[in-house]
C-alpha cells in the first residue's frame, strides 16, 4: 500500500482547494505537520482545511506564528499551531499542547520538528515545495499505520486533475 | 481610583498602577530582550512557568514604583482573552486571588480593547468616535471606537500580521527575529523607491488587510538577488516598510472617511515604527485629521492600557464572579 503522494498545484486557489479536500476528509483527532520555506503557502493550505472543515468565511485563518496556538470551530475543532518561537521543549508542556494534539480537534502543525521523538505516532506530514513563482509541489505522507486510504483517495482524485 | 493592571496573554509579564484610567503611576513588563538576542532572536518568553515566576516581583515592583501604598489600591484590571490559555491563567488566577484577598474589585480586560485604550495615555486624548489602526506581531485591525468599552472591527488581516510580516522580512534578511524594530532603523538608510514591492490592497474599498503576498514577494527577490542582496538590505528595508506603510496609512485613511471622524489614533506594538508614523501624521495633516499615538513604551504589550480599560468596568460597578475564565479566541 502506498503511503505518499505528491500533487502539483498551480496557484494558491488549487493549493487552498487541495487543503479543502483534505479537510472534508479528516476525523476527529486528527494530526497534520506542515512544513514549507517561507512564502510555500502553509497558512494558504491550512485556510482550505478550514473551509473543508466547514470554518465560517468570518473566521479568517491567519499566520499563527505570534500567537502559537489558534482556534477555530467548525465541524471539528482546528488548532492551528506554529512552533517556530519555541526554543526549549519544556516550553510545551506549558503551553498544553499535548492535550490539543490528543483531543478530538484537528491539529495542524507548523515547525513540529519541534516535538520532542514520538510525541507523534499517527499522523499526516504535508510538505510544500516551492516549483515556481505560483507552483507548488505538495507531498503528502501517511505516517503511522493510520490513513493509507485517505492518501489512495486523495492520488484518485488528483493525479488526473484537470485544474481550471 | 487606582487601579492596579495585569497582562500576561502572551510573551510578556506586565503590571501597572494607573490613576482615573489616564495617568500612569508604574508600568512593568518583564521584557526579556537581552535574552532573546542570546538565543539567536528567538523569543523563549513563552511558558506560562516564565509568567509564574514573573508574576509575583512585577506586582510588587508596579506598586512600589508607584508611590502608593496597597489599601490605596481601588480594584484590579487583568486580561481575560485573547491569548495562551496557559499564559492568561496566571495572571487572571493571580488577580483574582489578589483582589479576593485584598476585599476589592476586579475585572477582566479585552487585550485588544486595552491596545485601543493606550491612547487616552497621554496628554491630548482623542474625541470619540474615533477610528483605530491596532497593527502589532499578531493583529492588524482597523475599529470604529464610540466609547471606552465599545468598538466596532471595520477590517483585519486575513493572514499575517503587519508586524510579523516586518519579523519575517528581518530574519530573510538575516537580522534575526523579531527584528520589525531593526526594519524601521535600516529602512531610515534606505532608499524606499529603488525597489519597489506590490501593495495588497484586497478590495479598495473594504477595509481588510493581506500581508503575505508582500512577504513573500520580498523572499523572491532575495532569491534572485543572491549575491547582492545584502549590499541592498537597506533599500530592500525601506522599499518593504515603504509597501506596508502605505497600505496602512490608506485603509485607515479612507475608514475615517467612512466613519465620518475627525480623530485617528495607530495603537499596538508597530505604533512605535517611525515610518507608519511619519507617513500617517502627514497625511492626517493633509486630510485635516487629528492623530493620536500613545507613548512609545505603551504601544507594545503593557499592563498600563489593561488598567485604563479596566477602570472604566470598575467605575460602572463591574465585578468578575471567583468562576470566570479566561479565553483564547478573539470576542466578536
Not at chain 1, 490528543?102 to 515545495?129: C, R
Not at chain 2, 495588497?200 to 513573500?216: A, E, I, R, V
Not at chain 2, 538577488?225 to 549590499?231: A, N, S
Request: glycine share 10%.
Amino acid at each position: 500500500m502506498n503511503r505518499i503522494v505528491t500533487i502539483i498545484t498551480h496557484s494558491p486557489e488549487e493549493t487552498r482547494f487541495l487543503g479543502q479536500y483534505l479537510g472534508e476528509a479528516l476525523i476527529p483527532g486528527m494530526v497534520i505537520t506542515l512544513d514549507g520555506d517561507l512564502g510555500s503557502g502553509k497558512t494558504t493550505f491550512v485556510q482550505g482545511i478550514g473551509k473543508g472543515l466547514g470554518i465560517s468565511d468570518d473566521d479568517y485563518i491567519t499566520s499563527p506564528t505570534y500567537n502559537l496556538i489558534n482556534e477555530y470551530s467548525g465541524r471539528h475543532c482546528l488548532f492551528h499551531i506554529d512552533l517556530y518561537r519555541l526554543i526549549d521543549p519544556l516550553e510545551l508542556d506549558d503551553l498544553g499542547l499535548e492535550e490539543i494534539i490528543y483531543s478530538q480537534g484537528i491539529s495542524a502543525i507548523e515547525w513540529a520538528d519541534k516535538l520532542p521523538a514520538k510525541t507523534l505516532t499517527s499522523y499526516l506530514s504535508v510538505k510544500i515545495v516551492v516549483t515556481g513563482e505560483e507552483t507548488r509541489k505538495v507531498i503528502i505522507t501517511a505516517c503511522g499505520r493510520e490513513n493509507t486510504d485517505l492518501i489512495e483517495d486523495i492520488r484518485d482524485n488528483f493525479k488526473e486533475k484537470k485544474w481550471h | 481610583m487606582i487601579v492596579l493592571g495585569i497582562e500576561s496573554s502572551c510573551d510578556e509579564t506586565a503590571a501597572a498602577v494607573v490613576e482615573n484610567g489616564e495617568k500612569v503611576l508604574s508600568s512593568i513588563v518583564s521584557s526579556q530582550t537581552d535574552i532573546h538576542h542570546r538565543y539567536g532572536g528567538v523569543v523563549p518568553e513563552l511558558a506560562s512557568r516564565k509568567h509564574i515566576e514573573s508574576i509575583v516581583p512585577v506586582v510588587n515592583e508596579a506598586i512600589q514604583a508607584s508611590g502608593r501604598i496597597l489599601s490605596e489600591i481601588d480594584g484590579v484590571a487583568v486580561t481575560q482573552g485573547p491569548g495562551l490559555i496557559g499564559c492568561l491563567l496566571v495572571g487572571f488566577s493571580f488577580a483574582k486571588a489578589w483582589a479576593w484577598a485584598r476585599d476589592i474589585p476586579v475585572v477582566g480586560v479585552d487585550h485588544l480593547e486595552g491596545h485601543i485604550n493606550s491612547v487616552f495615555i497621554c496628554d491630548n486624548p482623542p474625541q470619540f468616535p474615533f477610528v483605530a489602526l491596532l497593527v502589532s506581531g499578531g493583529h492588524t485591525s482597523i475599529y470604529h471606537v464610540t466609547s471606552h468599552t465599545q468598538a466596532r472591527v471595520m477590517g483585519r488581516t486575513r493572514d499575517d500580521a503587519a508586524g510579523e510580516a516586518f519579523d519575517k522580512v528581518a530574519k530573510m534578511l538575516n537580522l534575526g527575529y523579531p527584528g520589525g524594530s531593526i526594519i524601521d532603523e535600516l529602512a531610515a538608510r534606505g532608499d524606499p523607491k529603488k525597489i519597489k514591492f506590490p501593495r495588497s490592497y484586497l478590495d479598495k474599498n473594504g477595509f481588510d488587510f493581506s500581508f503575505s503576498g508582500m512577504k513573500t514577494a520580498v523572499n523572491r527577490y532575495i532569491q534572485n538577488h543572491q549575491d547582492e542582496y545584502q549590499e541592498q538590505a537597506a533599500d530592500i528595508a525601506a522599499g518593504f516598510q515603504d509597501a506596508v506603510t502605505d497600505v496602512l496609512c490608506f485603509k485607515l485613511m479612507k475608514a475615517a472617511q467612512e466613519a465620518g471622524c475627525n480623530h485617528i489614533a495607530i495603537v499596538g506594538g508597530v505604533a512605535a515604527n517611525k515610518g507608519l508614523r511619519e507617513k500617517i501624521r502627514s497625511q492626517a495633516v493633509d486630510q485635516n485629521l487629528t492623530l493620536h499615538i500613545p507613548p512609545i513604551d505603551l504601544c507594545g504589550d503593557n499592563a498600563a492600557m489593561i488598567a485604563a480599560s479596566g477602570f472604566h468596568y470598575l467605575k460602572a460597578g463591574h465585578q468578575l464572579p471567583l468562576d470566570a475564565d479566561v479565553y483564547s479566541r478573539i470576542q466578536k
